[in-house]
């Protein structure tokens, strides 16, 4: 069965994934049998690679969430989710080389990198996994946190002030994010969507992407974010 991806189609061959790999596919799969044995059961367990080259994984039952906006549950489970896998990270001996891209220091855990809706399995409303860690790295947990507040609470920017604030500390607060997480997030969120219009516009791979101006929109929700200090960073 052939399934399709924001970047990669991806196959499903008796019951397990196969996807294109990168040079970064097994560094990842030494990830994910770290967290795995340290109890985190949300991501797909690594078999190595196929005849073709391509990466074979465990596949993850559930609907990737792709639907928008997001119930409480979906904005609480999903953080919760976040916090877990991070926690399983501490321990990992990343190395700084090896990665799709590189480090960002201080380097407190492994972060997946792309945490959105259309990268996590949810049962119902529920986050049950987090799928496609190609884009992984040894990070600050605000990194993850950030990219999750801004899909989760302030992407669609018509709802109304508020309820954007209110989102966002919501997944914060669900994280249990200390207040040097929530600060990266406040200081660093806006120059995130600009590094993330820059990835659209120059990575080849993002076709589709550039075609339907996610670069535009990067970098016109990078002006537009409230800001997030007094919310997240109260005194």
Do not use: K
Not at 36 to 61: I, K, M, N, T, W
Not at 70 to 82: G, P, Q, T
Not at 99 to 127: K, M, R, S
Not at 153 to 163: F, G, I, Q, V, Y
Request: hydrophobic share 40%.
């Amino acid at each position: 069965m052939e399934l399709r991806g924001g970047l990669n189609t991806v196959w499903l061959i008796d019951g397990r994934v196969h996807r294109p790999a990168g040079p970064w596919s097994s560094r990842v799969h030494a990830l994910l049998r770290h967290v795995s044995a340290a109890g985190f059961e949300g991501a797909p367990e690594p078999f190595g690679f196929d005849a073709d080259g391509r990466e074979v994984l465990s596949f993850v039952p559930g609907e990737v969430g792709h639907h928008f906006p997001m119930s409480d549950e979906a904005v609480i489970s999903s953080a919760r989710l976040l916090r877990r896998h991070h926690d399983a990270t501490v321990g990992f001996v990343a190395g700084s080389d090896g990665w799709q891209c590189p480090p960002i220091e201080p380097a407190e855990v492994l972060c997946h990198g792309d945490f959105a809706q259309y990268n996590l399995v949810f049962e119902g409303d529920t986050a049950v996994g987090m799928i496609d860690f190609d884009w992984a790295r040894p990070a600050p947990r605000w990194y993850d946190v950030a990219y999750g507040v801004y899909r989760f609470a302030l992407m669609d920017l018509e709802r109304p002030l508020d309820r954007q604030l209110r989102g966002a500390a919501l997944f914060c607060d669900a994280y249990g994010a200390s207040p040097a997480t929530r600060r990266g997030v406040a200081d660093n969120l806006p120059a995130y969507l600009i590094w993330m219009a820059e990835q659209v516009e120059q990575d080849p791979r993002f076709v589709t992407q550039r075609a339907e101006e996610h670069n535009r929109m990067y970098r016109e929700h990078a002006c537009l974010v409230p800001d997030l200090h007094t919310t997240l960073c109260p005194a």
